[in-house]
Structure formats: C-alpha cells, structure tokens
C-alpha cells in the first residue's frame, strides 16, 4: 500500500487530524501567550512592555475568534458542533472546549478589552459619524460615564478580570495539552507534562507573535520602536525559552531513559519521517538558534540595530518552531502504528476542506481580524484626545 | 449611592450576559430532542428508530433451508463457522420504499453538502426472492485475500499468504473449494 510500511491497523493508515488539527493547538497557543504577555503589564506592572498592552489584547482576541474554525472545518457535520454547547457532556475534555472556549472569550478577553477600551469608545462615540458611531453606540451598551471614579472602578475591576485570565489562559492551552497528554493508548501523547509543555510553547509564540507585530506595525506608521520595552519583552521570551526547552529536553531525556515498548517505534519515526519537522526545524532552527540568538542580546552589549534584527529573526524562528512542535505532536503521534510494527504516511491536500490552502487562510484571517480591531480600537496612543463629555 | 451609579455600566454588560444565557436557555428547549438523556448522552428515541430499520441480512438458518448441500461440506471444513453472508454479503436488502415520506428540509439541505447512500441493489434481494433473483458469484482472487493475507498482526497459526507469490493471480477456487478449502476436499477444478 501506498505510504505505508510495515503493518498498520486498518483505522490508522489514514491520518484522521489533518494539518487544520496542528493549527489549533497553535492558535489558541498564540492566544494564551499574547494574554501573558498583556498581563506582565496589568498584574505584574513590568511598566516597559506597555506599549504593547492593549495590541496584544486584541492579538489575543482575533487569534480566538479564528480559533474554533479549524475544528469546525475538521467536524463530518459541522452544523452539529453547536450541540456541544446545548448538551454539554461533562465527563468528556473535549467536549468541555465549548465552555472554556466561551468563558476565556467573553468574560475574560472581551471584558477586558470594553473596560480597557471603554473611554475611548464613549469619546469615539461622539465624534466619529456613520456607521462607526453606531457601532461605537452599541460598544458603549449606552452608558456614557466615563467619570474619574468610574474609570477608576474600571481599573480595579480590569486588574482582577487579568488577575482571573492568566489561570483562565493557563486554562485554555492547558487544556489543549492535557487533550493530548490524556491520551493513554498513545505513547507520543501519554504524558502529563504535555500541558506543561503545551502552556510554555504557547508563551513563547505568543510573546512572539506579538513583538513582531509591534516591530511590523510601528515600521509600517513610520513610528519609533520603543527599544526598552521590545528588550523586556525579548528578555521574557528568552527566559520563557530556556524554561520550554528544558521541560522539552526533560520529556525526550525521560522517553530515551524510560526507553519502554514503544521507544524504537518512537525512535525510528524521529530519525526518519520526522527528522525535517523535529531535529532540523523544531529543535535546530526554531529552538537553538533564537536561544543562542537571544543569549547573545542578553550578554553582549550590541547596537540597536543589531537588536532589532536579531530580535526579528528570533521571532520568526520561534514562531516557525512552536509550530513545527505542534506538526510533529499532531501529525507525529498518528504517523507510527499502536502494534509498533509499521508507519504510515500524511500526504496533505492541497485544496480541500482541510488542505493547506485553507490552513494558510485560516492563519491569515486573524491577522484580517486584527486590522479590523486596530481600525476599530487603537492601541496606540491617542495623537490629540478628544476632550470628555460630560458624564451621564 | 453613587458607587452604584459609577459602576452602572458594569451591571449593564452583566446584563448583557444574563441575556444571551436566557436566549441560550430557550433556544436549547426547543432545540434539544425531547427524549435525549432518557437512557444516557444520547437521544432515546433513536433507539427505536434504529430497531425499526428493516433487516438487511438473512441468516445462515435461511440460506441452509434450501443450501443443505453446501450447509454440510461446510460443516466438514476450516469455514464451518464463517457465516455465508459473510462471503456472499446481505441477501435481505429491500429496495427503498417508494411510499416513504419526502424528507425534511434539514435533511435535505445535509444531503447536498454530504450525498447519501446509495440504494441497495436488486441483486441483493436473494432471500427474499430466490427463485428470480441470483446473487454475483464473488471473486475468490479478491474475496479470500482479504482476510488470507499474511499480516504480522494475525495469529501464527492463521493460514496467510502473499497472494501475488502464492498464486500469481489464479483464481483460488482453482485449487481451495472455498465451502472446505483444504486441498485433500478438492478444489472446484
């Protein structure tokens, strides 16, 4: 058979999660991580990432709400998937996605977002005209007060809604890792520090994630990139790499140790299917090399130019590692067979309902989201604020 | 109470969510089977719907009423407890009933995006008609290598073969009588 070597039981020769599945680990990964990185701001008042408090917020916001589609796309009946909501199963982790989906969604993201946002939205209200003014209205769920005291109200209740987010984000990814490492009858899976692993990949592609985008946005409205606050956010990124690694190396350390039925399996598979995806561009260029670059930032006192590149470059391969980690978990841990005696083949299509034509949309699109969202909220500071109403 | 009155915008994206879990709670009653959670997580009524599906296969009681022959050299033989339609397939399947009511617009609206199956074929009406009806006699080549080719997950002692070296593309039947197919019953020469 075709791609197929050795003896694989009949439901496994078949990849079941498509490249759509490892999307979605990334996505929500990229989420979570803009999130922590938001909250080093709010909760843990690390004053120079500030610039990029509120566009990673609304990073966070349009990664989630692309988030659910790759699994929707995946679903034979994709219209059932409200079902989960209407008969929640509640013995069944991925049936709860649903709920921890909606609650980091709405009462996490969201409401940060309208109490963060709520000054400029009343603001915007009065001055914008059209259609704008209406959406602005309907944002504003008609209170105009934006008083000292309710502002203030507004931080209070903001700091305690980040404070409940960063284990809510925790939550989220965790759960997407725990998805995997629950699953006992695989051995690429099996293990209780995938959430671990899962939660501290995403902060690293999420911190990312959004220090490009800040460098790319900024370079775009000809503005100033703030050095201070894209070295702290380097800084947390490194750190926040070394951790990731480590519990990365500790898992590989303890397979090699442990060395149990499925380890020549496993031990092929990394030496030939997944060589390319693991060794070169998980480990080498997605792990090593922006740790060694990152490293050299911390100890060698270089230009600011010299900075910014390294930092660009080491983001770019952040990104493409943590997604590379989540191919090689994905689409890993269906390649070999359960009996360890044979391995099949993934041949992503091209132009089907889950083809790399729509995973490259599907990682588009919250950057569409995210223009919409600039448009509609900038994070950035206001160039001359429009004076305050009156209060209502 | 002017907390109240500064933290009114807070109350009113409260009720913003007290809203949609209302509109959810609605919407789930008239969404939500009546009969799902009856038995477990699932709609209880399917139950019966699944029992009221007409039978698609006969029984080796039916075919041996009238194969009593075959029923005997099979009984002789390794395939003594492969049931006849697990070779020959169902020989009970009814033509769909030109009566059954149009369906729905969901169903309908499914069947474009997911085409259904299609209906089942004359041929396999054997039992219910024997006189007129024959079924396809199966292609040993085919048929027997489907569980008679040799895999590492099958038990040692299980007969396997790698039917291309085994019988360079001849027929099974020419050597294995597939009722009994050791080679001293004979083959169907």
Request: contains cysteine; proline residues 7%.
């Amino acid at each position: 058979m075709n791609g197929v070597e050795g003896y694989m039981y009949p439901n496994e020769i078949t990849l079941y999660w498509s490249v759509l599945i490892v999307l979605y680990p990334y996505i929500t990964g990229l989420v979570a991580g803009a999130f922590i990185l938001a909250s080093l701001e709010r909760v843990f008042r690390v004053e120079a990432v500030k610039p990029t408090y509120r566009l990673a917020l609304l990073t966070a916001l349009a990664f989630l709400l692309v988030a659910p589609l790759p699994l929707v796309l995946h679903l034979g009946h994709p219209f059932r998937s409200p079902e989960m909501y209407f008969t929640p199963h509640s013995t069944s982790a991925m049936a709860m996605f649903g709920y921890v989906y909606m609650w980091y969604l709405m009462a996490v993201l969201v409401f940060e977002i309208w109490l963060d946002y709520r000054r400029e939205i009343v603001l915007l209200s009065q001055s914008s005209t059209g259609l704008l003014r209406l959406i602005y209205k309907v944002m504003t769920l008609g209170s105009t007060n934006i008083s000292p005291r309710s502002l203030a109200i507004d931080e209070r209740v903001g700091w305690i809604v980040t404070l409940i987010g960063i284990p809510s984000a925790f939550l989220l990814h965790g759960y997407v890792g725990f998805i995997f490492g629950s699953i006992k009858a695989n051995p690429w899976w099996s293990s209780p520090l995938m959430p671990v692993v899962f939660i501290f990949s995403a902060m690293v592609s999420g911190i990312a994630g959004v220090m490009l985008l800040y460098m790319g946005i900024n370079k775009l409205r000809k503005q100033a990139i703030d050095m201070r606050c894209v070295d702290t956010i380097a800084m947390y990124m490194f750190y926040i790499y070394i951790i990731d690694f480590s519990l990365e190396m500790l898992d590989l350390v303890h397979r090699i140790y442990e060395a149990n039925e499925s380890f020549n399996s496993l031990n092929f598979m990394v030496h030939t299917k997944l060589y390319f995806s693991q060794i070169v561009l998980q480990i080498c260029l997605g792990t090593i090399t922006p740790l060694v670059l990152l490293f050299l930032t911390q100890v060698v006192k270089l230009p600011e130019i010299a900075r910014k590149y390294m930092y660009v470059i080491s983001g770019c391969l952040a990104l493409i590692g943590v997604l590379a980690m989540r191919w090689n978990v994905v689409i890993g841990g269906q390649l070999f067979s359960k009996s360890f005696l044979g391995y099949t083949t993934y041949k992503m299509a091209l132009a089907t309902k889950e083809g790399l034509i729509v995973a490259i949309f599907l990682t588009l699109l919250p950057l569409l989201f995210l223009w919409v969202l600039v448009k509609l909220l900038p994070p950035w500071p206001e160039k001359s604020a429009p004076a305050p109403a009156a209060a209502d | 109470m002017s907390v109240f009155k500064d933290a009114g915008h807070l109350f009113r994206f409260a009720g913003l969510f007290v809203l949609a879990f209302l509109v959810f709670l609605v919407v789930r009653h008239y969404v939500v089977p009546k009969s799902f959670g009856e038995y477990g997580h699932y709609r209880g009524a399917a139950m019966g719907e699944i029992a009221a599906h007409p039978a698609k296969f006969a029984g080796h009681d039916t075919c041996e009423a009238c194969h009593s022959d075959v029923a005997d050299k099979k009984s002789k033989g390794k395939h003594a407890h492969v049931n006849c339609e697990a070779c020959h397939g169902a020989l009970f399947q009814r033509l769909p009933n030109p009566e059954q009511p149009r369906p729905n617009l969901y169903k309908r609206f499914v069947a474009l995006i997911i085409p259904p199956a299609p209906p089942d074929s004359p041929l396999l009406r054997h039992a219910e008609d024997p006189s007129s009806v024959k079924p396809e006699m199966p292609d040993t080549a085919v048929l027997c290598a489907r569980c008679h080719t040799a895999s590492a997950a099958k038990p040692k002692g299980f007969p396997q073969v790698a039917p291309a070296d085994h019988s360079n593309g001849v027929p099974c039947e020419t050597c294995h009588q597939p009722h009994n197919p050791a080679i001293d019953a004979g083959g169907a020469k």
